[in-house]
């Protein structure tokens, strides 16, 4: 009788709830849960779902692959394990990753803006939505093209929801995609559009001849505001928060590189700089309502902090390049595409050094800036003038392209 109570009372290992199991898996060393893990399904998915907490105790918020933020979620094309993580950021530091591109005859300055299943680019004339699939892009049919717009190149074009908003030369479109109609067509007679940002209800537009325009979509009234006296050289970059729009200036006449506008009391906040003639912003993006990063080309990469107007945290490009394009994870990974080479260099923002360069094999005959430059947690995306190209770090094994020790010292200002 008791022989047959012990063997009904008997549980395997494999059938604990996971709370136990983890208290169990503590004890392990790393290797012996690698093996674990080739034992049954239920021990691979619980190691590689809570890898952090068995390993390190605790969770870690990894570079690159944390995933903490809603737009990086937004972007990316799978929600990781924690082991997943742990091995693809591994891959990001140490350079290890395969590279493909799409190659393109004309030779411009490109725009593209990526999403979970989409790859929208800007180049020449027109914009293109293609689809992506195990993080590549199917370049060869595009599911969604935008009418070609009139005779001069596309400065730029911002996705936001439903509407895609895009400028060339004088003239401004505003694009419905769900109607696929143009809602409407200006010529801005008066302007050469250079920049432009759009948010859910409002955008802006910059030109080369000092000259902004605000726009609300709510309101129907075009534009609504002009602002041209608060600086006095042309606009490189502008960027919108709910109540604020900053303005990367050429800081050619002025020192002045940066302008913090209020939309709600259409007035300036603050001029910040740094107090350098000819280090202009080429591209600026905000953190929150209270924070800003910003690059160009005096060759940094700069936090500023708007509630007390000054530069907080910066990064020195490790050659002293010129900054063309940044994307950022919202959490602790910045990359920065460079003017020459197709050079991206991967920052963590809570160390005082680079963590890792690469270069685009679609440079290594002519030397072109990375004009526009994106990721998720597995994929890198940067744009040359000739080239679209696509890192993957999600590679069990490969080559390492390991770049980091080029510069044994790099300091943070």
Known sequence: ???????????????????????????????????????CRRFCCVINSFWDQIV????????????????????????????TKHRISNNWQRGTYKETSQFFKQKCIP???????????????????YARYRGNVDFHYPNNVIDRLISKHLC????????ILSGNGPNLRLHSLQSKKCIFNFNLNDMEINCLDLASNCFAVGSRDCKLQFYDLVQKKYPIWKFTNCYEDRIWSVALNHRKLAIGT?????????IVLDIERRECEMKLGTQQIGAGILNCKWENPDLLWTGGYDSFLRKWDLRIGECVQSFLDPFMSTIYSFDYDFTNTMVTGCDSNGRVV?????????????????????????????FDAEYLFAATESHVNVLDFTLMRGPVQDYSEIFKHQIII
């Open 56 to 83: 390190f105790k605790h969770p870690l918020s990894l570079l690159v692959t944390n995933q903490s933020s809603r737009q990086m979620q937004k972007r990316c094309q799978n929600i990781l394990v924690s082991f």
């Open 156 to 163: 730029k074009f911002v996705v936001n929801d439903d509407l």
């Open 250 to 258: 050429a800081a050619n006449k002025s020192s002045t590189s940066l």
């Open 346 to 374: 991967l920052w963590d923002i809570r160390k005082d050094k680079y963590i890792q360069m690469y270069y685009m094999k679609s440079c290594t005959t002519s030397s072109s800036p990375v004009y526009c430059i994106s």
């Open 1 to 39: 009788m008791s022989e047959s109570v012990c063997e009904t009372d008997t549980i395997s290992l494999s059938e604990m709830a996971s709370e136990i199991l983890l208290n169990i898996l503590k004890y392990l060393s790393v290797p012996d849960l690698l093996n674990m893990k080739l034992t």
């Open 111 to 129: 725009c593209f803006h990526l999403e979970k299943d989409r790859f929208w680019l800007g180049r020449g004339t027109y914009i293109k939505s």
